[in-house]
């Protein structure tokens, strides 16, 4: 019996050392189509928070890669799509084609500086198996307001309706670092128990998935963070995040870093 458990012991103690994150989608922008890997979202809507951008179809000006590093740009100049009013900037958002439900997501990134700049990396539902905005979720892993360069932020969305509907995260934290200075690590891991926010492999934020986040909506513990996401990376510019303060398009022209440079995107599964 002893020399059982003994055995018991080692091998759930080898299992448990052979247990780690597996890689299983990156992209190094290497080069190659862009489209081959990402979706390009175009327009100019507002993104539902009225900012202030058009995302174009892949216009250099806004997005290349050179040197491995993805480049997103945002400018001040005047674009429209003949659908929605005509805005005083551009710039680009781009996502996944593929999609996963939990893992780790990482971004090894340089954030940009300047009032009013608004890079993300987020994530939202593959289907809206419970419908739409805010109903089936949204994940930010790592949102950031560029007059503010050593802060960030990590956030869930979810809720009945978009006009009541709730969030948890983070909160804007200060990690005392310039993030538009050299380039970190953003990630979240993403668990049917929790979901945790890091920078630089420092856990900074932790939610509890395995409860119900509007009762009397959602019928199950982890609902709506229990279908598959895919990522989106993107660079707006002004609306409602920044809380209705006061901006000029024409202090854009002394942002010292209107650019989101990305050096790789991971996606890893526990194995």
């Keep these: 019996m002893a020399r059982s458990l003994a055995i018991l012991a ?18 190094n922008f290497d080069g190659g189509n862009l489209r081959d890997r990402w979706n390009v979202e175009t327009g100019c809507s507002g993104g539902g928070n009225n900012e202030l951008q058009c995302y174009t179809d892949l216009r250099p000006e806004n997005v290349r890669q050179e040197n491995g590093i993805l480049t997103i ?24 084609k593929a999609n996963w439900l939990h893992g780790k997501m990482e971004i090894r990134a340089r954030l940009p500086r300047g009032k009013h700049l608004w890079p993300a990396f987020w994530m939202m539902p593959a289907a809206s198996a419970y419908g739409e905005w805010p109903r089936s979720g949204e994940i930010d892993i790592m949102e950031y307001r560029g007059q503010r360069p050593t802060n960030v932020l990590g956030t869930l969305h979810f809720g009945a309706n978009w006009d009541q509907h709730g969030e948890a995260g983070t909160g804007e934290t200060n990690f005392g670092v310039d993030f538009s200075a050299d380039f970190h690590t953003f990630a979240v891991d993403w668990s049917p128990s929790a979901i945790k926010w890091l920078v630089d492999d420092r856990q900074y934020g932790e939610i509890n998935v395995n409860a119900n986040f509007w009762p009397g909506f959602y019928q199950q513990n982890g609902q709506p963070f229990d279908k598959n996401f895919f990522i989106i990376i993107n660079l707006a510019v002004g ?10 398009p024409i202090e854009a022209d002394s942002w010292p870093k209107p650019t989101f440079e990305i050096d790789w995107i991971r996606k890893f599964e526990w194995r």
């Design 10 to 27: 080692i091998a759930c103690c080898i299992g448990i050392a052979a247990a780690e994150w597996a890689l299983v989608w990156e992209d």
């Design 73 to 96: 740009t945002a400018r001040r100049e005047w674009w429209g799509d003949g659908v929605y009013p005509d805005k005083p900037f551009t710039s680009t958002r781009m996502t996944t």
């Design 239 to 248: 609306g409602g995040f920044f809380g209705g303060e006061p901006f000029d």
